[in-house]
């Protein structure tokens, strides 16, 4: 038994509005909220600090919580959910990101199942394999080394590992025992790690790459990271992103 929780904030500085982006029919927010529902959650919840996705979320039948809106995370707003909840330090909550309209719900379970079995993890993600020099320069793709008993060792913006003789992908055919992987923005979370993470200072890593994971790692933590059991199609960014996806799903 897990938990969905979709943080949703309607400001965004490339796509203004976007959880109320029309998608083939249906707002953003809906076909996220949709998606997670399609997974084995006991329930699905929005959490935002916007009445219009408030209404928005009501209209459709979905739940939506209200939080505050000086979060300086997502991870800080589904701290919050938990409280107004009362869910127990030891339930597992999943973060769904509120612009990935199509998200696979096996994807949901499979984080949520990873962690459930892994006890000494206290967040579980996903990665999937890196298959051009390209995106492992890109400082805008996360890259994530683990160890051989699948935890975390690192996150990191640069392209990690780093190939001191030879060149990356020499050799080598993209798959999932590959050791370039990208990491996938989706987590489960012990309700009590989300508890310690809203105590503890940013850290220093953390600040410099710009990843929160990385304050769980810094605090002696663990992260259960796996390949996911099937692609995660990108989250919506911008207009050309919205556009893509209505193609996508439209065929027009």
């Known amino acids: 038994m897990f938990t969905v929780i979709i943080p949703s904030r309607f400001s965004s500085s490339r796509l203004p509005g976007k959880p109320l982006a029309m998608i083939a029919g249906k707002t953003m927010i809906q076909r996220v909220y949709e998606q997670a529902s399609q997974s084995s959650a ?61 998200i696979p719900p096996a994807v949901i379970d499979q984080v949520a ?57 020499e050799g080598m055919a993209a798959n999932n025992e590959a050791p370039i992987q990208r990491h996938i923005g989706i987590y489960g979370y012990r309700v009590a790690a989300l508890q310690e993470f809203v105590a503890w200072p940013v850290g220093t890593l953390e600040s410099i790459e710009m990843l929160e994971q990385l304050r769980f790692l810094e605090n002696g933590k663990k992260i259960h990271v796996e390949p996911s059991c099937e692609a995660v199609p990108g989250g919506i960014d911008t207009p050309e992103d919205l556009a893509r996806i209505n193609q996508l799903l439209t065929g027009a």
Do not use: W
């Not at 919580?65 to 597992?92: F, P």
């Not at 994530?144 to 003789?165: C, G, H, M, N, W």
């Open 42 to 102: 006991s329930r699905v919840i929005v959490a935002t600090d916007d009445m219009r996705i408030v209404d928005t979320v009501s209209s459709f039948g979905g739940e939506v919580c209200m939080t505050a809106s000086d979060h300086v995370s997502g991870t800080d707003r589904l701290q919050e959910v938990c409280g107004q909840y009362n869910l127990h330090k030891d339930d597992i909550v999943v973060n769904v990101q509120g612009d990935e309209p199509l």
């Open 113 to 169: 199942g990873n962690l459930q079995q892994n006890s000494q993890a206290v967040v579980a993600t996903l990665s999937e394999p890196i298959a051009s020099v390209d995106d492992f320069n890109n400082p805008n793709i996360v890259k994530v080394v683990s160890d051989k008993t699948q935890y975390a060792l690192y996150f990191s913006r640069a392209s990690i590992p780093y190939y001191r003789e030879g060149k990356p992908f």
